[in-house]
Nanobody, 119 residues
Framework: VQLVESGGGLVQAGGSMRLSCVASGFSLTSYAIAWFRQAPGKESEAISCISTDAIITYFIDSLKDRFTISRDNAKNTVYLQLDRLEAEDTANYFC?????????????WGQGTQVTVSS
């Protein structure tokens, strides 16, 4: 039972990237999934969460216009679309699952995928 992220890499400032969070060993349909990120030397921060019925919560208002969360239950996958990337977005991005959206108390965690934005 695990969450596996992919889609990270190196991108120039202003570019876009789509991250994926795939569930292995269980169905995502019963879980809210959140994306977090942790930049070097900083604490992790919650970005956004999508509930089982696709209601979206943004924890960082300033990212609402550039980052978009979505889910495809048929593919057991949650996505995070990153647009107009900035150097400050460089971080390890990881997903987590629990019954309902919230800032903490997640049951499942992925290892993360690194996003590096060059200026």
């Amino acid at each position: 039972v695990q969450l596996v992220e992919s889609g990270g890499g190196l991108v120039q400032a202003g570019g876009s990237m789509r991250l994926s969070c795939v569930a292995s060993g269980f169905s995502l349909t019963s879980y809210a999934i959140a994306w977090f990120r942790q930049a070097p030397g900083k604490e992790s921060e919650a970005i956004s969460c999508i509930s089982t019925d696709a209601i979206i919560t943004y924890f960082i208002d300033s990212l609402k216009d550039r980052f978009t969360i979505s889910r495809d239950n048929a593919k057991n996958t949650v996505y995070l679309q990153l647009d107009r990337l900035e150097a400050e977005d460089t971080a390890n991005y990881f997903c987590a699952g629990r019954g309902a959206c919230g800032l903490g108390g997640y049951d499942y965690w992925g290892q993360g995928t690194q996003v590096t934005v060059s200026s």
